[in-house]
């Protein structure tokens, strides 16, 4: 079908009958001089911004066959001269005052010409956004649509948490530029904080610290305890660690600076570890009526337990200022907010190295003998170096001599003290046999390692078939010690 008849058909402008296109024509059509001039004219007398007047009166072209179409246009004429009325009363008003009063209000035409392409660069910025939804989409373009309807103005409230001081009672006078580019802030500063929280609500989420939590880390601060939180010391597979400055208790001192043992509420990683627990006879009863969530608290409970076990017998260790829940403060091992480092980091002379075994060595002995403790995790990991001395942490998982597998636990201590110390050039470090007896007070005597894990083993079934026999704990190494345990701080 003909182009030219289609576009001839389909003119209803208000601004008059476009031009015509013109027929296909061939290259040297199109190169050709005349041609250009000709286009040239055509398009300076195009009328680029229409004007109402100018277009009311364009001359015979105009296509006036709408009567709705010139209505509109009459009614927005006599607008625009209430406008420019209400302008000039305005500034009569307001002379000089730096305050000005704004009758914007009052105003039946609204500016479309910036406006418009405001309005175009929100929509072309958002249409993929997910967070769009936030935006009111409905807002027309601001102006002239149809007399009575669909205008809308910058009183239109955008985001009614945002107070722009503006149109809220007071008539104070915001330029519409200003509005507008108030407005898009608004909007983007919206939609990126919509990420950004999106963002952190996962990766704290990932870290232990969701909003349960950071909750309860506020509310000890907001009580005192804590003066502040500050960074993130470690974020490992079970418990996110962080530094605090501490505050003040009525009933106890809080360190300077203390540290916040989070443990962490997904519960994944902790299903492997219920062995520690499920079978310390300390916590067995209640491990089995507990949801998991609540299993969780008690890797806390048992940390503290286990601490205030170690400091009562002297240990070098944290000391426990507080649980809430799965969160442990603790008192903080280093100075000047740097924790102090790991053996395993920490370059020591041959003499502190020895130093630091005969510490271990002792300290083993005294959490075994004094604590009725095996620490379950000993490694270079979990032996901080401060002030020339070795510090235990990390005692969550510690179990007690009876427990089912509390003496296979102490041999893989002892194995893996001895590698450290005899990998650090540490000479007489006793092997792996003679430092579990030399622990435990055991003498079990075997040519390897599978002979004394045997025989390790052959021991823990032993006291399991006491136990079970008599419902008591069993032979001379298990002796009961410990503090009665709290109740868990539940909902
Ligand atoms: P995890 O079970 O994640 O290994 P840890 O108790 O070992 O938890 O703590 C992780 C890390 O946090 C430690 O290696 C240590 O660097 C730091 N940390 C833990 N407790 C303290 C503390 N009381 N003082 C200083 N640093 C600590
Ligand atoms: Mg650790």
């Known amino acids: 079908m003909d182009q030219v008849g289609i576009a001839a058909k389909e003119t209803k402008s208000p601004w008059g009958a476009p031009n015509q296109v013109g027929a296909p024509c061939s290259l040297s059509d199109v190169m050709s001089e005349e041609l250009a001039k000709q286009l040239d004219q055509e398009c300076s007398s195009f009328p680029t911004c229409p004007n109402v007047s100018e277009t009311l009166f364009m001359g015979e072209d105009a296509d006036t066959a709408s009567d709705l179409m010139l209505a509109q246009m009459l009614q927005m004429e006599f607008d625009r001269e209430f406008d420019t009325q209400l302008r000039r009363e305005e500034k009569k008003f307001n002379g ?61 409230e955008f985001a009614p948490e945002v107070q722009v001081g503006d149109g809220i009672g007071m008539d104070l006078k915001l330029s519409n530029q200003v509005y507008n580019a108030l407005k898009q802030h608004c909007y983007s500063e919206q939609r990126r904080s919509a990420r950004v929280h999106e963002k952190k609500e996962h990766s704290t989420a990932e870290q232990a610290v969701d909003p349960k939590t950071r909750l309860l880390m506020y509310k000890m601060v907001n009580a005192g305890i804590l003066e502040n939180i500050n960074g993130c010391i470690s974020t490992g597979k079970e418990s996110v660690v962080f530094h605090a400055d ?30 520690y627990i499920k079978d310390d006879y300390r916590f067995k009863d209640r491990f089995s009526k507990l949801n998991p969530r ?37 008192s903080f091992i280093g100075q000047n907010h740097v924790p102090a480092p790991k053996l395993k980091e920490v370059k020591l002379g041959s003499e502190d190295m020895k130093g630091a ?75 792996v046999h003679d430092l579990f007896n030399a622990v435990s007070g055991l003498q079990i005597n075997a040519d390897n390692e599978a002979e004394f894990l045997a025989q390790i083993e052959a021991l823990e079934r032993m006291n399991e078939d006491h136990v079970q026999q008599s419902g008591k704990k069993a032979i001379a190494i298990m002796s009961d010690v410990g503090p009665p345990l709290l109740n868990s701080d539940d909902d």
Not at 121 to 141: E, F
Request: net charge negative.
């Open 246 to 275: 501490g505050g003040s208790m009525e009933d106890k001192a809080v360190p300077e600076e203390c540290v916040l043992k989070v443990f962490k509420t997904t519960l994944n990683e902790f299903k492997n570890r219920d062995k």
């Open 357 to 431: 075994y005969y510490q271990v060595l002792h300290m083993m002995q005294q959490l075994y003998q004094e604590c009725n403790l095996v620490h379950a995790d000993l490694s270079e990991y979990n032996m901080l170096w401060h002030e020339g001395k070795v510090w235990v942490i990390d005692v969550s998982q510690s179990v007690e001599p009876t427990h089912p597998h509390g003496l296979e636990f102490l041999f893989r201590d002892c194995r893996n003290v001895s590698t450290f110390f005899q990998k650090a050039g540490v000479a007489d470090t006793m092997n």
């Open 294 to 330: 609540k299993v969780i608290r008690m890797w806390a409970e048992k940390e503290m337990h286990n601490l205030a076990r170690m400091k009562n017998a002297g240990i070098l260790c944290p000391e426990v200022v507080i649980l809430k829940k799965h969160i442990l403060v603790m």
């Open 96 to 156: 000089d005052s730096k305050v000005s009063i704004s009758f914007e209000n009052y105003r039946m035409v609204h500016p479309f010409d910036s406006d418009c392409s405001e309005d175009e660069v929100d929509w072309q910025d958002t249409r993929h956004d997910p967070y769009r939804a936030d935006k009111p989409m409905t807002a027309p373009r601001k102006g002239f649509v149809g007399k009575g309807k669909n205008i809308t103005t910058k009183h239109d």
